[in-house]
């Protein structure tokens, strides 16, 4: 007797703990394959540190092959799943197609970044869902620091050390707390000219810091806060975003060069093809997280709409402690329902408390409901962390160990680069690469000498919050829905014509093929338009330094570049042209679609 199929979809925190709890469960009685674009699962509640330098990339992450040694893992993104066929068709990474049939569908998709209808957001801000994300602000703050202090501009040099969190939930309070210790940090070591010192401003229309916490945390983050320098403001939020800077609701326009977005998340666009009824975006399931009318199909996680049975007549929120939870009801019931586990069980929850890491030592917390902050809070918040991780547990406490007693090193890996990681995208766990014979002009262009900070160092360009700026188009034309001109394309002022769209590049709203402006795109391999990958470079601005109109050396156009091959370059590989000098190539990070914890419209830490 042949055994069942069991297909997960999604590594973040509810597919990882149903994978792993299945794999418990059957004991080789079963078939476990698990689809996900990364090879590892992303402890997101510490993303923030990663991004201040406290902890390394590869702590927060844990091997799916070394955790999960009897479970199948198939890298790729799903597209579509057939419900009468029970057959899901994905694409690998170097955009190869591909299809599983099941038996049993778990679908733990994730979610992504929460998109607003304000004009020149999706452009020029970058959210925090993943390392590609954080790694790319790391280096970015670190430039923008060292730029102002060897600018003798005191209008540049503010601007570039002014940075614009929106969202004070839990991912934009610990990004602006960990954010102002790691600017401070750099700037004592090597001071600004202006003896200016680095402005962290958190805004959110909320009328107080982290407002789904108890308010004697919410007061004691926001004093924590302030003491260090931060620009709380609470009751205002971004009316606009412009290369130049933002202007906020209350009518002051603040120059910057970044912008990171924390507002919110929501779930993965692919539950929306199926056609099954839904709520507010995620798939309504019944208490024992199965989808009615679909016996083998289960959601859980972000997708999922499952019923909150401590409340009735509503829905347990978007967070990475009810995404952890979910996985081993739906892991039980999946087992359940083919007869290699015991009864079903409904999902049932208890709230044990939060926990929000403000940098250093200090911390807030309320544990089984009693409240600490200060030294307490900072012990009982990592101790947390180190308990609830599946894995790499010594080398972050080795991290935070190290970070206690040596200073932190302010270096530009230079590995995600601003239009890597835009914000309007349906895998911010991947990092975007160039690739294809249709993108090799143009992606070479981007990536010759000086190339790779020419967004950043531009004084006039988007600062390196994206692709777009003045007279060009963003990489991705179609906005996130409910975005303004929100048709088949949007084009910014003074960019051209916009291209038409295919088929493939609309799904799963990713960016067009073609630079708006450009002139007609040219055509697309299957392997290119497989999951929107852009096909012409990263907005096509021309390397800085160089002479005006005369193109880079070693560019298409030019001389061609040295020992480079005149055929097809590597499937999902950097630009083909020369790195930057001392610049490392990107590479390919590309962070799970996980969740933080408590808090329904933003990532947020779990219970203790």
């Not at 160092?457 to 692709?467: Q, W």
């Not at 370059?569 to 610049?583: C, R």
Request: include cysteine; hydrophobic fraction near 35%.
């Amino acid at each position: 007797m042949s055994r069942p199929r069991i297909l997960i979809v999604g590594a973040g925190f509810a597919g990882y703990r149903t994978a792993r709890t299945l794999s418990r469960l059957t004991r080789g009685r079963a078939h476990i394959t698990l689809l996900n674009p990364t090879d590892y699962f992303l402890y997101l509640p510490l993303l923030p540190q990663v991004a201040a330098g406290v902890l390394e990339p590869r702590r927060v992450t844990v091997s799916l092959s070394d955790s999960l040694p009897d479970v199948r893992l198939v890298l790729g993104e799903a597209d579509r799943v057939d419900l009468d066929d029970r057959t899901l068709h994905y694409t690998g990474p170097e955009g190869e197609d591909g299809t599983l049939a099941y038996d049993r569908l778990v679908l733990a998709a994730g979610s992504v970044n929460k998109l607003l209808p304000i004009p020149g957001v999706a452009e020029h801000a970058h959210g925090f869902r993943g390392l590609p994300e954080a790694l790319y602000l790391r280096d970015h703050v670190t430039r923008q620091v060292e730029l102002a202090a060897s600018s003798d501009d005191p209008g540049t040099c503010a601007a570039r050390c002014t940075f614009v969190v929106v969202g004070a939930g839990y991912t934009g309070t610990e990004v602006a707390a960990h954010g102002q210790m790691f600017t401070d940090a750099q700037v004592r070591k090597h001071p600004l000219r202006q003896g200016m010192r680095p402005r962290w401003m958190l805004l959110d229309v909320a009328p107080r810091v982290l407002p789904e916490m108890d308010e004697k945390l919410s007061a004691t983050a926001d004093r924590v806060l302030r003491q260090r320098g931060v620009d709380v403001r609470m009751g205002t939020s971004v009316k606009e975003a412009t290369h130049d800077g933002v202007l906020l609701t209350d009518g002051e326009f603040v120059e910057t060069r970044t912008l990171v977005w924390c507002v919110g998340v929501r779930p993965d666009p692919l539950v929306e093809s199926l056609g099954l009824p839904m709520e507010k975006g995620r798939l309504l399931v019944d208490p024992h997280l199965r989808v009615p009318g679909r016996p083998e199909l289960f959601a859980c996680g972000d997708v999922a709409a499952v019923p909150d049975l401590e409340n009735p007549g509503s829905y347990t929120p978007m967070t990475a402690q009810h995404a952890w939870r979910h996985g081993k009801v739906a892991a039980e019931n999946v087992a359940a329902s083919l007869g290699l586990g015991g009864a079903r069980t409904p999902y049932r929850h208890r709230d044990l408390g939060f926990v929000v890491d403000l940098g250093g030592a200090k911390a807030a917390a309320n544990p089984l409901g009693v409240t600490l902050s200060g030294v307490p809070a900072g012990a009982v918040t990592r101790g947390y962390h180190l308990a609830a991780m599946p894995g790499n547990r010594v080398r972050v406490a080795a991290d935070w160990l190290l970070d206690a007693v040596l200073p932190r090193q302010a270096v530009q890996l230079g590995l995600v680069r601003s239009w890597s990681v835009p914000l309007d995208t349906s895998s911010p766990e991947v990092a975007r690469v160039p690739g294809g014979p249709g993108e090799r002009e143009e992606a070479s262009a981007r990536s010759g000498p000086g190339a790779a900070l020419a967004s950043d160092t531009d004084d006039g360009g988007d600062g390196g919050r994206g692709a777009g700026g003045p007279g060009r188009a963003r990489p991705h034309d179609e906005p996130a829905k409910g975005q303004p001109g929100s048709g088949p394309t949007q084009v910014r002022p003074g960019s051209g014509g916009a291209e038409p769209r295919s088929e493939w590049e609309t799904a799963k709203g990713r960016p067009t093929s073609g630079r708006p402006g450009s002139g007609p795109a040219e055509p697309r391999s299957e392997a290119e338009t497989a999951k929107g990958r852009p096909a012409a470079g990263p907005g096509g601005e021309p390397a800085r330094n160089q002479p005006g109109g005369e193109p880079a050396r070693n560019q298409p156009g030019g001389e061609p570049a040295k020992n480079q091959p005149g055929g097809e370059p590597a499937k999902n590989q950097p630009a083909p042209g020369p790195p930057s000098p001392g610049q490392p190539s990107p590479g390919h990070p590309a962070p799970g679609p996980v969740k933080r914890t408590d808090v329904p419209e933003d990532s947020a830490k779990g219970d203790s």
